[in-house]
Nanobody, 122 residues
């Protein structure tokens, strides 16, 4: 199983980015995909997750209404559309496989991908 995150970059406050987590060695209906972010100040935190098999989605409170997670089974890729970006969203973003996506986020994390840096700054 391999995961590759991409799509990060420098964006001004209020701007948008779309992150992609491309998977290989598995299919999206086998695993939930979770998005996480990490900063030196806050450490690692869950951002969102998506289960293709159940359709369940989770978002942390601070991104609700601004971020949208979706999956493309044909491309085996999960996207995180980020809009209304704020400086507090600046972080290294990672994706990982999990066994399920619950109301509290992804559970039983398994495989991690590389990160993609998102910088929100004017």
């Amino acid at each position: 199983v391999q995961l590759q995150a991409s799509g990060g970059g420098l964006v001004q406050p209020g701007g948008s980015l779309r992150l992609a987590c491309a998977g290989s060695g598995f299919t999206l209906d086998q695993y939930t995909i979770g998005w996480f972010r990490q900063t030196p100040k806050d450490g690692r935190e869950v951002v969102s997750c998506f289960s293709s098999s159940s359709g369940r989605r989770y978002y942390r409170d601070s991104v609700k209404g601004r971020f949208t997670i979706s999956g493309d089974n044909a491309k085996n890729t999960v996207y995180l559309q980020m809009s209304g970006l704020k400086p507090d969203d600046t972080a290294e973003y990672y994706c990982a496989t999990a066994l399920d996506c619950t109301s509290d986020g992804p559970v039983s994390l398994h495989h991690w991908g590389s990160g993609t840096l998102v910088t929100v700054s004017s």
